[in-house]
Nanobody
């Protein structure tokens, strides 16, 4: 079992940066694909990106490609989401999630979720 706790959210001006962290407990963390998702008010949860257990394969949604970077440190049981050049449309609650299913960006395939952290980008 994996428990996830996000941190690092906050209020930032457009063009600014934030780094989210997701700390995981559980000895099988390094066997899980880790995903970042977000949900804006009135919208469905959408994938931001995901990273394979080794960190060698990373996927980004088109909306964040070139601005966001996902990384993981298996020794620290932590996955990161570095967000640069933030836009008001990036405002959402951000969640990290874990799955053992390879190459999935479907929220329903992720069995473990953090509580979410709010990111607000002002214009």
């Amino acid at each position: 079992q994996v428990q996830l706790v996000e941190s690092g959210g906050g209020l930032v001006q457009a063009g600014g940066s934030l780094r989210l962290s997701c700390a995981a407990s559980g000895r099988t963390f390094n066997r899980h694909v880790m995903g970042w998702f977000r949900q804006a008010p009135g919208k469905e949860r959408e994938v931001v990106g995901r990273i394979s257990w080794s960190g060698s394969t990373i996927y980004y949604a088109d909306s964040v490609k070139g601005r966001f970077t996902i990384s993981r440190d298996n020794a620290k049981n932590t996955v990161y989401l570095q967000m640069n050049s933030l836009k008001p449309e990036d405002t959402a609650v951000y969640y990290c999630a874990a799955t053992t299913i390879l190459f999935s960006s479907r929220a329903n395939d992720y069995g473990y979720w953090g509580q979410g952290t709010q990111v607000t980008v002002s214009s």
